[in-house]
């Protein structure tokens, strides 16, 4: 559980000030969270696998939490529903608040 504690200690010192890590939207989260990923799959590749299963089981919840239909990237999810960029982030960190508990 290592890999999980650690992604949740970046999610929270990313979001605690996101400006200072050039975080405008929900997008740019989505590209901070695939270059972790990547580079944990080239030095850890068994904790790369764990924030893959990680990643995945947050999409699976977004998508029940907005009755998705279809299987949809929580990204896309929280951008459809928010109005504007300062909003997304907001929305993605009210979401993988509910997700932690």
């Known amino acids: 559980?290592?890999?999980k504690e650690s992604f949740i200690q970046l999610?929270?010192?990313l979001l605690k000030r996101p400006a200072i890590y050039n975080i405008n939207r929900v997008e740019d989260l989505e590209h901070i969270f695939f270059g972790y990923q990547h580079a944990l799959f080239n030095n850890e590749k068994d904790s790369g696998e764990e924030l893959k299963n990680i990643l995945a089981d947050f999409r699976?919840?977004?998508n029940e939490?907005?009755?998705?239909?279809i299987d949809s990237s929580?990204?896309?999810l929280i951008r459809f529903n928010s109005g504007t960029d300062k909003h997304s982030i907001e929305l993605f960190?009210?979401?993988?608040?509910?997700?932690l508990k």
């Open 65 to 69: 939490h907005f009755n998705s239909k």
């Open 93 to 99: 960190s009210q979401l993988f608040e509910m997700y």
């Open 11 to 13: 999610i929270e010192q």
């Open 1 to 3: 559980m290592k890999t």
């Open 60 to 62: 699976k919840k977004i």
């Open 74 to 76: 929580w990204v896309r």
